[in-house]
T-cell receptor, first 112, second 118 residues
Framework: QQPVQSPQAVILREGEDAVINCSSS?????VHWYRQKHGEAPVFLMI?????EQKGHEKISASFNEKKQQSSLYLTASQLSYSGTYFC?????????????FGQGTRLTINP | GAVVSQHPSRVICKSGTSVKIECRSL??????MFWYRQFPKQSLMLMAT?????????EQGVEKDKFLINHASLTLSTLTVTSAHPEDSSFYIC??????????????FGDGTRLSIL
């Protein structure tokens, strides 16, 4: 049920690009993306609901493939403030209970 | 400003103590809240779904009698770690859907509670 993220960690220089992937063996209702800085709460970035959807802006954007089994988060011309751990999450319903479950996270380090 | 308030932010206590963590939605009502536990450098692991007016739904492996959840009102959910032991030390975070309920809603997260059991 838990989505799988890759890579586990990325180290970049400021200005470089990064792609973080999130995949599932089954079609997802939705994909959430969050960023968490050390010792802080996760912060919502965006949510994708439809197959083929792309969302975001020039610097941070995401896509959701047609089969709704994979999503990618794109970080363009990274800034120091982009450092943190990125989580994708998806909502599932099990025996009538609504749940939001997360991938294992991708730790992004941006160096000057 | 924060739309989900979590309190306390840090607790240090002796083994055997029970600890209550509060999660409040500010300026909106939340019929559903989620409780997560996060160990260092690991993911957010869902513990339970808190439902206003009904029993919480616990994840497999989470002891209901140890982690008591009470969703007493539309703006407050509490998690009580009963008779806490060192292995319960972790970062506990709550979240509520932006709309307060419903599927496919972004989540507001509380600032988390760092629990340390000596």
């Amino acid at each position: 049920q838990q989505p799988v993220q890759s890579p586990q960690a990325v180290i970049l220089r400021e200005g470089e690009d990064a792609v973080i992937n999130c995949s599932s063996s089954k079609a997802l209702y939705s994909v959430h993306w969050y960023r968490q800085k050390h010792g802080e709460a996760p912060v919502f970035l965006m949510i994708l609901l439809k197959g083929g959807e792309q969302k975001g802006h020039e610097k941070i954007s995401a896509s959701f493939n047609e089969k709704k089994q994979q999503s990618s988060l794109y970080l363009t011309a990274s800034q120091l403030s982009y450092s943190g751990t990125y989580f994708c999450g998806t909502e599932i319903v099990v025996q009538g209970a609504q749940k939001l479950v997360f991938g294992q996270g991708t730790r992004l380090t941006i160096n000057p | 400003g924060a739309v989900v308030s979590q309190h306390p932010s840090r607790v240090i206590c002796k083994s055997g103590t029970s600890v209550k963590i509060e999660c409040r939605s500010l300026d909106f009502q939340a019929t559903t809240m989620f409780w997560y536990r996060q160990f260092p450098k690991q993911s957010l692991m869902l513990m339970a779904t808190s439902n206003e007016g009904s029993k919480a739904t616990y994840e497999q492996g989470v002891e209901k009698d140890k982690f008591l959840i009470n969703h007493a009102s539309l703006t407050l959910s509490t998690l009580t770690v009963t008779s806490a032991h060192p292995e319960d030390s972790s970062f506990y975070i709550c979240s509520a859907p932006f709309s307060g309920t419903g599927f496919n809603q972004p989540q507001h997260f509380g600032d988390g509670t760092r629990l340390s059991i000596l």
